[in-house]
């Protein structure tokens, strides 16, 4: 990066703050996304918004891309800097300004973790409900950038249903507001929503306004066996049609629970085709009532073996099953694959029955769990990066798995975003108009195209080569 | 110093490791392990260095990242700079407990700094300049690794001299004078926080066997008195010979034994760290004895390693197995007995700061409270944090004295807001960090940091 343009962002942020070594660099050419990676030129940790304003300002005039970063735990390689540029990490911006407990909202900087808003909040009685599998490391901003979903979707909805307010900066350094503690506003567009999910495209989010629920009183946990999938996906629609929205309602296939079992013990029946993990929650009658409810429809539903947690602890134990799903999987094989593809829920048996045939087919290593009750699948690759051959069919696999969810009327990524990863299938999903259209929609906050470059549309991508020959690159 | 003295000097029983390394350079990451990372930052938050940085680079994730890079051919990243960090890292290992992937961090970053070690004496064998370490940094590892901690015996005689220097109250004298001020800062305080040294009357007068206390003995327990642990806590060591005799074992200080080789695996000194493991299995082989306990947190997380260190060893990895397999640290090894013969009672409020190594590295945290529970009249309040480093990690305190203490002093104020009127450690290396903590935050008189043992031994 030219010098003089280090000097003037070294004069925004203080030196100790502009990292510009090779390791420093090299520490930020990665996320949780395997295989991608790619240096950035340089990496400031801005401490408030007017230094990212400035350093906006800065970025436009030389055209520098900007990569905003939070934990940096993304799946789709949202914060793989592709074309280099600067890369904002967030992490000294993570005040929690203000929880108000009149209009139920609470008020923080964007590099806020996840799981330290759960804790403050829940601290007076209320209640942040998205809860993505890495809120302890993940940042608000990641949260609302990739609008987050986790485990207690199907109830109480994904991050997008939570964000009232926004502060941003625009790449020309202006700093804007949209939205804010009205429960009602209808003022213009909802460019709230927009930045949600923008995936650090459009803006630099600085500042989020969430609403908070008051904290549920009880929850129970249920967890029920099948022979076949089918009856677990059964059990699925049986309650909906019932009227009862779980809290969570999780699923694991049979190979999953193998390897979950085999790294935390906790007494799975192994001949089972798949496991659902149901909680609910809520004042404790009503909590009562469901789970008689739940437990008959999975019985009715053909399922073989069904359990109630006695308490919160063994719940807890419960659902760690699920938690662990990844990790368990992660362990078996060097590279670990996590996709995110979505159908709606009524064709979920269908979706899981499909991935099990294109796995077969390609002779990949392919187990399956997710959300059952969003229809939210992660059909998850046990592979070796280093094995080209091997990681070729696991791109035609997943590549047809993409196409037999949208097939299906299902969706690419249903809560982890299109980054890199889904950027070629995108178009899959909203066809040419709505790719124009939302081509348009980018060139208007971003005339210059410095924001995240590379992300989400694919075929502008001017890959920069990514320095290690033998990581492989999707899409080359 | 450089490398043709080094090659010259004459090592009793290092010389053949030292040279079959230094002909092949094949000192390497091991790239399996380094591929076990899904870089999922679940490590993040429980990273100290990546807590007080906010840095990346400083995080598990970074550094394997780093560790990984160079391993699949990116040789440019090998500086100063990642030989720093490697350095910074504390070893404490509390990222091995959050990984949910299973990483064993704390061997890669031996590694690191096995590689790091190797570069700079191949780099200064190349150049013939002298080895980019600060003066500093030189003569503390030169004491510690080469001149120190491979004998026995020397440790020994560093026992006589402080206590010389103790009992003559030289320490006092160079409190008072200010000959403090011209020791190293690091050096100096760490003074402040040694304990009273026993005299070599009484460390002559120890009894090799000290048998069970309850009629028949139960069983043979050697122990692994630690080096440090020895002379700096001599009576702690008694302490627990005695305890095991009460509760039943006969109990033996085995000759011959060494240094765990913890110090030196840390530090890149992995050939050291082999060769006192291969001293210490043979001592206890001797000994044939029936568990190897030990009271040393950091001891003890090494002393498992064996198996790992010695695994492609002929003649010593089978051994090294049935070694490992008689490991206990000494909370592991009494919690499960029931029939504890308390005797006295303890009316204090008490809070437990986890050893790292005990926690992190060896998975024993609820043991050394639910004995501190089942002491009569005790109340136990956990500290917040308690899984959290303390700063002492080895000689982290010396050599990073000021990231050191700045996380000794927030520990402090958690321990103050405890009220306990004692602090419990596991480890003689935390023992003497908290002594300093202490100190600092001037609680003397209001906060005795102990030795879990020091606490049994009066009610057992
Ligand atoms: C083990 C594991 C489990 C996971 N489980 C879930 C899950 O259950 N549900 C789920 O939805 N996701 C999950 N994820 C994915 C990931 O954690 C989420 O996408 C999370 O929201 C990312 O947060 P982050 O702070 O790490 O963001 P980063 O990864 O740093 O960034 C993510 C994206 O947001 C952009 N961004 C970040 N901060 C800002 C900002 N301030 N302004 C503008 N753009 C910004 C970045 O440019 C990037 O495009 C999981 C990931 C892992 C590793
Ligand atoms: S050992 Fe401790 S300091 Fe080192 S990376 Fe792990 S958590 Fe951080
Ligand atoms: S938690 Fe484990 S797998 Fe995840 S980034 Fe850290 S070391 Fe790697």
């Known amino acids: 990066m030219d010098k003089e343009v280090l000097r003037e962002l070294r004069a925004i942020s203080g030196a100790a703050y502009v990292l510009d070594s090779e390791m420093e660099r090299y520490a930020y050419s990665y996320d949780s996304t395997p295989l991608y990676r790619a240096m950035p030129d340089v990496v400031i940790q801005p401490a408030e918004v007017k230094e990212i304003a400035a350093i906006l300002k800065v970025a436009s005039r ?122 009602k506003d209808v003022a213009g567009y909802d460019i709230t929503r927009l930045l949600v999910g923008s995936e650090g495209t459009l803006a630099v989010i600085t500042e989020i306004t969430a609403k908070l629920l008051p904290l549920p009183e009880t929850k129970r946990t249920i967890i029920a066996f099948y022979r076949e999938m089918v009856d677990a996906a059964k059990a699925v629609s049986a309650m909906i049609a019932a009227r009862i929205i779980p809290a969570s309602l999780e699923f694991l296939d049979q190979k999953t629970m193998k390897v979950v079992e085999a790294y935390t013990p906790l007494g799975l029946p192994l001949d089972m085709a798949a496991m659902l993990l149901i909680q609910q929650d809520g004042p404790a009658s009503q909590v009562e009532q469901d789970v008689e409810r739940i437990l008959s429809l999975c019985k009715t539903s053909g399922a073989v073996q069904v359990d109630v947690a006695k308490d919160d602890e063994e719940g807890e134990k419960l659902m760690s099953a699920r938690r662990n799903a990844l990790s368990a999987l992660a362990r078996v094989k060097p590279t670990t694959i996590l996709e995110d593809a979505t159908v709606p829920r009524s064709r979920l048996a269908q979706m899981v029955t499909e991935i099990n045939r294109i796995a077969d087919h390609y002779g990949v290593d392919i187990c399956t769990f997710g959300h059952a009750g969003d229809g939210n699948l992660h059909p998850t690759c046990l592979t070796d ?32 975003g299109v980054g890199i990863a889904k950027a070629k299938y995108l178009d899959l999903k909203i066809g040419e108009a709505g790719m124009e259209l939302m081509k348009r929609v980018k060139a208007a906050f971003d005339p210059h195209g410095i924001m995240n470059p590379g992300k989400m549309f694919a075929k502008d991508a001017r890959r920069r080569v990514v320095i290690q020959t033998h990581e492989h690159v999707h899409g080359n | 110093m450089n490398t043709s003295m080094e090659t010259k000097q004459i090592d009793p029983f290092l010389s053949i490791e030292r040279e079959k390394k230094s002909a092949s350079h094949a000192v390497t990451f091991d790239l399996d392990e380094l591929m076990n990372c899904m870089r ?86 190349a150049s013939d300049q002298p080895l980019t370490l600060t ?240 002491i009569p009249g005790i109340t136990l309040v956990e500290l917040p944090h308690a899984d959290s480093c303390c700063g002492s990690a080895g000689i982290y305190n010396i050599t990073n004295f000021d990231r050191s203490m700045r996380i000794l002093d927030d520990k402090m104020i958690e321990v103050k807001a405890t009220k306990a009127s004692y602090i419990v450690t596991a480890n003689p290396g935390c023992l003497v960090q908290m002594r300093q903590g202490v100190v600092r935050a001037g609680l003397q008189g209001q906060v005795e940091a102990v030795h879990i043992i020091d606490l049994l031994d009066r009610v057992l």
């Open chain 2, 135 to 374: 003066r500093k940094e030189r003569i503390i590892r030169d004491i510690v690794y080469k001149k120190l901690f491979l004998y026995p015996k020397r440790i020994d005689r560093m026992g006589k001299g402080l206590w010389w220097m103790q009992a003559l109250g030289l320490q006092t004298f160079a409190d008072r004078t200010g000959l403090m001020h011209i020791l190293p800062k690091p050096l100096a305080n760490m003074q402040k926080a040694v304990p009273k040294v026993a005299s070599p009357r009484r460390r002559k007068a120890r009894q090799p066997l000290v048998t069970s206390k309850r009629g028949v003995s139960r069983g043979r327990v050697g122990f692994f008195t630690g080096c440090v642990m020895d002379v700096l806590f001599f009576e702690t060591n008694e302490k627990t010979a005695r305890v095991l005799s009460k509760v039943g074992y006969d109990v033996v200080f085995v000759k011959e034994q060494a240094c765990c080789g913890a110090l030196h695996a840390h530090s890149g000194e992995s050939y050291g760290a082999i060769a006192l493991a291969k001293q210490n299995i043979e001592a206890f082989e001797r000994a044939n004895v029936d568990f190897i306990v030990n009271n040393a947190g950091g001891c003890g997380a090494s002393l498992r390693e064996y198996a790992h260190w010695l695994q492609d060893d002929p003649n010593y990895g089978e051994r090294a197995k049935a070694f490992v397999a008689k490991v206990r640290d000494i909370s592991e090894f009494l919690a499960p007995i029931d029939d504890l013969p308390f005797q006295g009672t303890l009316d204090a409020t008490v809070t437990f700061q986890d050893s790292c190594h005990l926690r992190h590295g060896q998975g024993i945290y609820r043991q050394p409270r639910a004995l501190l529970e089942r």
């Open chain 1, 62 to 183: 030389h055209r520098i891309p900007i990569v905003s970063r939070g934990s940096g735990t993304n799946l789709s390689g949202g914060t793989v800097p592709l074309e280099g540029g600067i890369v904002l990490h967030m992490s000294r911006m993570h005040q929690l300004k203000e929880i108000d407990t009149d209009n139920l909202t609470a008020t923080f900087e964007s590099g806020l973790i996840t799981a330290d808003l759960h804790r403050e909040v829940e601290a007076v009685g209320l209640f942040y409900p998205p809860d993505p599998g890495s809120l302890r490391v993940s940042t608000m901003g990641g949260n609302v950038a990739e609008c987050a979903g986790g485990m207690r979707g199907l109830k109480y909805g994904v991050t997008k249903d939570y964000v009232m307010g926004i502060q941003a900066v625009l790449p020309d350094g202006s700093i804007v507001s949209f939205g804010g503690k009205n429960a």
């Open chain 1, 385 to 416: 990066e280093r094995d080209t051959e091997e990681i070729e069919r696991v791109e035609q696999a997943f590549a047809e798995i993409f196409h037999a969810a949208i097939r299906l009327g299902g969706t690419v990524t249903g809560e982890h």
């Open chain 2, 40 to 125: 999922c930052g679940f490590c993040l938050p429980s990273c100290p260095t990546y807590r007080e940085t906010g840095k990346e680079m400083f995080s598990p994730r970074g550094r394997i990242a780093l560790m990984k890079g160079m391993a699949t051919g990116n040789t440019s990243l090998l500086s100063d700079e990642f030989a720093q960090n490697m350095y910074m890292c504390l070893g404490c290992r509390a990222c091995e407990t959050a990984c949910p992937a299973g990483v064993h961090y704390g061997r890669l970053v031996e590694g690191a700094r096995d590689v790091i070690e190797a570069h700079k004496r191949k780099e200064a064998a």
